[in-house]
Nanobody, 115 residues
């Protein structure tokens, strides 16, 4: 069993930055691909970014060049640095990991970008 917990959400002005962090109850990030997703009101959850155990990253086109995913194995966290935020980035942000065939989600953290 793994518990994931996101933090760092809040209210940000358009053009500003925010940094989200996802912590885990045990160190699973060093051996698994970790992803960030988001769900805007009335929308489906969508993929934002991922980082593999080898450090390879991938991003959705909508955030490429603005968001950066990184991993700190010592702290057991995966962070999402979000720059140049737009109103359309407003959503609940979730982290996800698949460990030994089981998918784990955090409860999410709300990011609200004011115009």
């Amino acid at each position: 069993q793994v518990q994931l917990e996101e933090s760092g959400g809040g209210l940000v002005q358009a053009g500003g930055s925010a940094r989200l962090s996802c912590g885990a109850s045990r160190n699973i990030f060093s051996t698994n691909t970790m992803g960030w997703y988001r769900q805007a009101p009335g929308e489906q959850r969508e993929f934002i970014a991922l980082i593999t155990s080898g450090g390879t990253t991938n991003y959705a086109d909508s955030v490429k060049g603005r968001f950066t995913i990184s991993r700190d194995n010592a702290k057991k966290t995966v962070d999402l640095q979000m720059n140049s935020l737009k109103a359309e980035d407003t959503a609940v942000y979730y982290c996800k990991v698949i460990d030994r065939g089981v998918t784990y989600w955090g409860k999410g953290t709300l990011v609200t970008v004011s115009p």
